[in-house]
């Protein structure tokens, strides 16, 4: 299995028949019932201490905390740390006091133990326990723990850091994610592993030096990890398994003295891990793995799973950088998960609103519905759709006969008539007859449109028949005691790539689309009952979705502003004061830091203003669109090279009702970008003009004749930090043309562009004509 906990190989996965998951439901049960947290001993790469009151008097200890010169390791019961180990009562009293109040076990310092076999250096952690104070000393052999100092580590962290602005898509994330941290541990394998919503895991990205088979795409069973083993994964994000053929190291004694109860070890570094766990690691071909947790929001997004044939023992230093390392990789595709699904939102929100209007406008709101069918499937993604009552069934678009969706219709009105929605992504699973027309609709979200009588709006989606790589047989079942005891289930043998056909499902449901489903219900009930006020509340609720992901940017830029500063402003004292001590490459060294940090907090800058876009009200006034061009051409005119050659022509642009603020930033980008990128020619044409108005839109353009674009990218040119020159070409960060598309829309109008490489480029924006514009 990929991940790092017990695992049990049993059934249970997702896609498998019923009468397979109830053969072992009671040993998953027993699985999950295991007390992997008190088993009692310990991993011997280490040794405990558990220590009790203010002067932290040892109450338990590993078995193999070693003899020191006169200090025998068998009298330290009962002693206080400072006098059974002076080095860590004198030297960490201070960092023990502050690591004491953070949650799990937190990396303290290294330190050197006189022993009887000679001198030892031990990475220390400490974390607290049912009011105990646990420390945990991890032995780490000098030549690895300068290979993971700060400074050695500090290139892979800064690094991976950076490679965060290129990675454009969750896949890219995660993929840079195993790279690194297969850097960092020197393993031979590292995984990304990724939980579905039943708890079954995927490979979804992998890096590995070929010592070990590949496991990317494989799926594993949610039984492999029970839920009490996920727990411990969501409460100790590192786990580490050096050598899985060590011998567990008892803890004397077994129960606490004070509470005799076993010491809870749930964010003990050196834990014990279950002997089935261990047979499975052989059994995978692996003698050493790591995992890191991957926390979304504090839930349980995936693991970071790494492997390595032979024995491995990765310092605790290299493994926080990992710990480290993933968490910047959680806020980052948090950001992107959300970003993504306010997007979505949005979207589903806009043809919404739509539904909503045309509902208003009919004397009966089901016509507003079936009058449009491409908007009622698009709220949902469905294929079909069906409206369904006790006297009527409308069909929309491709969905199973009449006879069928009201057979759905009689099914939801007996066993889901109280639920306001309902959904699935396999709709035979629950209603047998819906097999035979699988093909048209395996997915179903049906919502209740009225309070008192059984009438639906149903989505339907056709079945995807998917190949799912198992790896191994998911299906293991419980193998017979020889010498008659109860049966128990064992770890797979084999792990290779096991295939199996899921038919009667659909592509799953989003959350922003069944939350679209819902918002409608509450539309239509709203117009039943108050038709006039459905309008602004989904107008609120769109905004609050929107000012959610303002305020996270807003937050995200602001807070990073003072840092780059800080960097620019300490490297240029250096520079002045320190410079006639540093070489010319120490020199270089500053000048560096001090471009790359004034490049990034012109980013966060920009970034920032981007956020704001969102946030400031508009403040609308009739004004001459070219007194507006000639001011801001005469101050990008400034900031031209003398030499240059540039001809102008403005035409009657007329005058717009807009936020003179906000489209002052809309025509300085514009004018900025059509000079920047027009900079190779031996004459720069810039053409700023007002087309015929169509639509009550006034229609504006800026045309330029400098290095264009490829139209196969256009969609990248509005959206932030996408560029499609290279920065070493043209300067830049990525934002501007995304600020004008946002200070645009919040006016009504649209952008859109049209260019040629080598040949220039021309944008387009249009406003809205009202309120005095001309």
């Known amino acids: 299995m990929v991940p790092h906990e017990p695992r049990f190989g049993a059934s249970g996965a997702h896609g498998l028949s019923s009468a397979t998951q109830t053969q072992h439901g009671a040993e998953l049960t027993a699985c999950d019932r295991e007390p992997i947290h ?44 400072g006098a059974a180990f002076p080095e860590i009562g004198s030297a960490a009293a201070s960092d023990l006091a502050a690591q004491s109040g953070r949650e799990g076990a937190n990396y303290v310092r290294t330190l050197t133990l006189n022993t009887v076999d000679g001198p030892r250096s031990y990475d220390l952690a400490v974390h607290q326990s049912s009011g105990l104070t646990i420390l945990e000393l991890e032995e780490v052999a000098s030549e690895t ?81 029970p839920a009490q083993a996920r727990e411990l994964y969501r409460r100790n994000r590192l786990r580490i398994i050096p050598d899985a053929g060590y011998e567990p190291v008892p803890i004397v004694p077994k129960l606490t003295p004070s509470t005799g109860a076993p ?85 589903l929100g806009a043809i919404q609103a739509r539904l909503l209007g045309f509902m208003a406008e009919e004397d009966q709101f089901v016509d507003g519905l079936l ?16 409206i369904v009552t006790a006297e009527h069934c409308r069909l929309l678009g491709t969905t199973p006969a009449e006879r069928q969706v009201r057979g759905i219709y009689d099914w939801l009105s007996v066993h889901h008539g109280g639920e306001p929605v309902y959904m699935t992504d396999a709709l035979s699973a629950e209603h047998p007859p819906a097999r035979s027309f699988a093909d048209l609709a395996s997915g179903l979200v049906a ?48 792990f290779e790539i096991w295939k199996e056909t899921v038919q009667g499902r659909s592509l799953p449901w989003s959350a922003p689309e069944v939350d679209a489903a819902k918002d409608l219900r509450s539309a239509v009930l709203g117009i039943v009952l108050r038709r006039a006020e459905e309008l602004a509340a989904l107008s609120e609720e769109l905004q609050r979705s929107n000012k959610e992901l303002e305020a996270f ?13 800080h960097i620019v402003g300490y490297s240029e004292l250096l520079r002045s004061r320190e410079g006639d001590r540093l070489s010319d490459k120490g020199r270089h060294y500053v000048d560096t830091i001090i471009e790359a940090a004034f ?34 051409r005469r101050k990008v005119a400034r900031d031209v090279q003398a030499e240059r050659v540039i001809r102008w022509q403005i035409g009657s642009l007329g005058r717009v009702y807009a936020d003179p603020v906000m489209l002052r930033l809309v025509v300085e980008n514009l004018l900025s970008n059509a000079v920047k990128y027009t900079r190779d020619r031996p004459e720069a044409v810039i053409e700023v003009g007002r087309e015929p108005d169509r639509d009550a839109e006034a229609v504006f353009y800026v045309r330029d004749n400098g290095v264009g674009f490829d139209m196969a990218y256009v969609g990248k040119l509005f959206g932030v930090f996408q560029r499609l020159h290279r920065v070493e070409e043209f300067e830049g960060t990525g934002i501007g043309l995304a600020n004008v598309r946002r200070i645009v829309e919040r006016h009504g109008g649209r952008t859109w562009a049209e260019g040629n490489l080598g040949q220039g480029a021309t944008f387009h924006f249009t406003l809205p004509v009202r309120g005095g514009a001309q």
């Open 447 to 494: 919502i209740s449109i009225s309070q008192k009588y059984a009438s639906y709006v149903l989505w339907f989606r056709p079945e995807v028949v998917q190949t799912v790589k198992w790896g191994g047989n998911p299906t293991k079942v419980a193998t017979q005691d020889p010498t008659g005891g109860p049966d128990r289930l064992h770890p797979r043998k084999s």
């Open 145 to 225: 723990a300068s290979a993971h100092s700060l400074d050695a580590l500090y290139p892979l962290l800064n690094a991976f850091v950076e490679g965060l602005h290129t990675a454009t898509t969750a896949e890219e994330l995660c993929a840079l994610l195993a790279a690194d941290i297969r850097h960092i541990t020197g393993f031979d394998r590292a995984l990304v592993y990724r939980f579905d919503r039943d708890w079954n895991g995927t490979v979804v990205a992998e890096d590995g030096n070929g010592v070990l088979p590949s496991y990317l795409d494989l799926r594993f069973p949610a039984s492999d990890i």
């Open 599 to 632: 490049s990034a907090g012109t980013l966060v800058d920009n970034l920032l203003t981007f956020s704001q876009m969102g946030r400031n009200s508009l403040n609308r006034v009739s004004g001459d669109m070219n007194q507006l061009v000639e001011e801001v």
């Open 371 to 386: 009058n449009h069918p491409e908007d009622v499937l698009a709220l949902t993604g469905a294929n079909g759709a069906a």
């Open 38 to 81: 008190i088993l009692g001993t310990l991993q011997p790469h280490g040794f405990l201490l558990a220590g009790e009151g203010a002067d932290l008097r040892i109450v338990q200890a590993s078995a193999n905390v070693p003899d020191r010169p006169g200090r025998l390791a068998a009298r330290i019961h009962g002693q206080p740390l």
């Open 553 to 565: 940017s807003y937050s995200v830029s602001h807070d990073l502003r003072a840092p780059f500063r």
């Open 263 to 347: 010491l809870d070890l749930s964010q003990s570094v050196l834990r014990s891990v279950s002997p089935v766990h261990v047979e499975y690691m052989r059994n995978m071909g692996t003698m050493a793995s790591m995992s890191v947790s991957i926390l979304v929001d504090g839930a349980l997004w995936g693991l970071i799973s790494c492997h390595n044939k032979a024995p491995r023992q990765v310092p605790l230093r290299a493994r926080n950088a990992c710990d480290f390392l993933t968490r910047i990789f959680a806020l980052q595709l948090a950001a992107k998960e959300r970003g993504a699904l306010a997007e979505q939102r949005l979207h």
